[in-house]
DNA sequence: CACCAGGCAAGTA
DNA sequence: TACTTGCATGGT
């Protein structure tokens, strides 16, 4: 007998199909864009990598020896640009430091030491930190976000004011500890909220979750 | 025009 | 501890 959890993701998977994330063709250009969609539109990061492609700065050691300010103006669409272009050297400056800017090795570490570096990186909280472990490093974990929370609070599987790391727990409770299901969950649940559970359309009309069984 | 998007950190009381 | 604010572009 299937979980509620477990049915919300054949609904959606019987929706939407497979999503085939994350869009992005290396693992540094994930690592990148992980950073980039930070409260952002993807579409703003999509701007933003491009320009970083047609610089050829989309590379480790290019875009960890460039100025800040160049870097920043580069991924300008992304929008919190200096922000961003502080964060992205912070990252890259920790896996320099601590994997020997060998990504390779960041993918291979084990889950627990590779999230506790990634969380030391300040600019990389919780929802970062879980996107790169699982869309880079192919660990079975499961990515919250803004729209799980919400998605999920609005159909009664959630309390309203449940923490992230809470919420981390009931899916993984609930769930097989797979990393191509938490990849496809966490694609799904952003393309349901995209779709159906703005805060525009607060009853999450014609959701294909509405007539989920709790 | 207002509102929002695949967060996070720092400031205030 | 529990709110609040800054960061910023581009689409609806």
């Not at 019987?14 to 864009?33: A, R, S, Y």
């Not at 991924?75 to 320099?96: D, H």
């Not at 506790?116 to 976000?145: H, M, R, W």
């Not at 309390?159 to 809470?166: A, F, G, N, R, S």
Request: aromatic share 10%.
């Amino acid at each position: 007998m299937k979980n509620s959890y477990q049915q919300a993701y054949s609904l959606l998977y019987d929706h939407f199909g497979p999503q085939n994330w994350w869009p992005g063709e290396t693992v540094f250009e994930i690592l990148v864009g992980a950073v980039l969609t930070q409260n952002t539109n993807w579409k703003n990061v999509e701007k933003a990598i491009s320009a970083l492609k047609e610089h050829g700065c989309l590379d480790f050691h290019i875009m960890y020896a460039m100025d800040d300010q160049v870097l920043a103006q580069l991924i300008r669409p992304a929008g919190y640009y200096n922000l961003k272009a502080a964060r992205l050297k912070n990252l890259l400056k920790m896996i320099a430091e601590v994997y020997h800017g060998d990504l390779r090795l960041l993918t291979e570490d084990d889950v627990d030491s590779a999230r506790e570096n990634l969380l030391s990186v300040k600019g990389v909280g919780p929802e970062t930190a879980d996107s790169i472990l699982l869309y880079c490093c192919d660990q079975p974990v499961f990515v919250v976000d803004a729209y799980t929370h919400r998605i999920f609070s609005r159909h009664n599987l959630l309390e309203e004011e449940t923490d992230y790391h809470t919420i981390q727990q009931t899916f993984m409770d609930n769930l097989d500890h797979d990393a191509c299901l938490f990849n496809e969950y966490h694609a799904l649940i952003v393309q349901v909220g995209k779709e159906y559970c703005k805060k525009s359309n607060p009853r999450c009309k014609d959701c294909p979750l509405e007539h989920l069984a709790v």
